[in-house]
C-alpha cells in the first residue's frame, strides 16, 4: 500500500472515530469533519492497489458508516431496521458495540497502517 491510499485509510478512520466519540460524549466537535465524513462516502485509492481490494475496503467502510447513520445519526437505511422503543439494555449495547469499533479503528491506527 503506497503512502496516499494509507493517507486515505487514517483519514478515513479519523472521521469515523470522531463521529463515534462525538455521539459518546455528546456533541459535536468538529463540524468539517462531520461534512467529510458526509460527502465523502467512496475512498479514491491508487491505481496501484487492485480493484479487488478498492471494492473490499469501500464496501467494509459503506457497513460502517451505514450502521453509524443508523444508529447514531438517525438517518435509517431500507434494509436496516431496529425498533424505536429500544430500552436501556439495547442501548448500553449498542454503545459498547460503537466504543469497540472505536477501539478496534484505534489499534487499527496505531499498529496495523504503522507497519505498512
Known amino acids: 500500500m503506497n ?4 493517507k486515505l485509510l487514517v483519514n478515513e478512520f479519523n472521521r ?9 460524549f455528546n456533541g459535536r466537535k468538529i463540524l ?12 479514491g485509492f491508487s491505481n496501484q492497489m487492485s480493484e479487488n481490494n478498492k471494492k473490499l475496503l469501500n464496501g467494509k467502510f459503506r ?6 447513520d443508523e444508529f447514531l445519526l438517525n438517518e435509517p437505511h431500507t434494509y ?6 429500544m430500552d436501556e439494555e439495547d442501548r448500553e449495547s449498542l454503545n459498547n458495540v460503537l466504543y469497540n469499533i472505536r477501539n478496534d479503528i484505534d489499534y487499527i491506527d496505531k499498529y496495523v497502517l504503522d507497519k505498512v
Not at 469515523?16 to 459518546?24: D, E, F, G, P
Not at 457497513?63 to 453509524?68: E, F, G, L, Q, V
Not at 436496516?80 to 422503543?85: E, G, L
Open 3 to 6: 503512502d496516499n491510499d494509507k
Open 16 to 24: 469515523i472515530k470522531h463521529v463515534i466519540n462525538s455521539h459518546l
Open 32 to 43: 468539517k469533519i462531520f461534512k467529510e465524513y458526509r460527502e465523502k462516502q467512496e475512498l
Open 63 to 68: 457497513k460502517i458508516r451505514d450502521i453509524i
Open 80 to 85: 436496516i431496521r431496529f425498533s424505536d422503543r
